[in-house]
């Protein structure tokens, strides 16, 4: 992503909470550390900050990162099959090919193609510059979800359908969110 000068980054992942009504008989499994009933909208954001993939509906009481790892999408990444381009020198160098990869936050777990920040305990500069420039990656996801949740006013406030529905909603939204970018860049 030049915009973050995060070379071989092809985008960040990162979850959203979206808000329902508690569905009946289903005790706290959607209900989240936030102290509201959810499902999970797990995302990779592009750097025009378009979805290139999503999974809708994971019980609001899992956490990113184990969301992530058993989405159809981190099972992929994991497991190097998620169809990222191969890898070759960073942009200006002559150096060995490296791969391409995703960015996530510090709860994210690390393999070959998704990188996390470094503990920012005694960081040197080449540390706190990695790190900052990851931060900045990431922040594409986060913002694609201000962009989504800004023009789906629906997704404001608790949805009160059945979760099946709920997913689809989300689901069109999300289409919806990266045809209208598409047509109309930022």
């Not at 797990?42 to 989405?71: E, P, Q």
């Not at 981190?74 to 090919?97: E, H, V």
């Not at 990869?101 to 920012?120: R, T």
């Not at 201000?146 to 289409?175: M, P, Q, Y």
Request: aromatic share 10%; hydrophobic share 40%.
């Amino acid at each position: 992503m030049e915009t973050s000068q995060f070379p071989n980054c092809v985008g960040a992942v990162d979850g959203k909470h979206i808000r329902i009504v508690k569905p009946s008989g289903s005790g706290s499994e959607f209900f989240n550390y936030k102290k509201y009933f959810s499902i999970i909208l797990m995302a990779i954001a592009d750097a025009d900050y378009r979805f290139v993939a999503v999974d809708i509906g994971a019980y609001g009481r899992t956490n990113d990162s184990m969301a992530f790892k058993n989405s159809a999408m981190g099972r992929l990444l994991y497991s190097n099959q998620f169809g990222l381009p191969p890898p070759r020198p960073l942009p200006g160098t002559d150096g060995p090919p490296m791969p391409f990869v995703v960015v996530g936050d510090e709860a994210s777990q690390m393999c070959e193609n998704l990188l996390k920040p470094y503990s920012s305990h005694d960081l040197n500069t080449t540390k706190r510059v990695y790190n900052y420039r990851l931060t900045r990656a990431r922040r594409l996801v986060e913002c694609g979800f201000g962009i989504l949740v800004a023009k789906w006013r629906i997704l404001t406030k608790a949805i009160n359908l059945k979760v099946e529905t709920v997913d689809d909603v989300v689901k069109s939204c999300v289409v919806l969110h990266n045809y209208i970018l598409s047509e109309e860049p930022l």
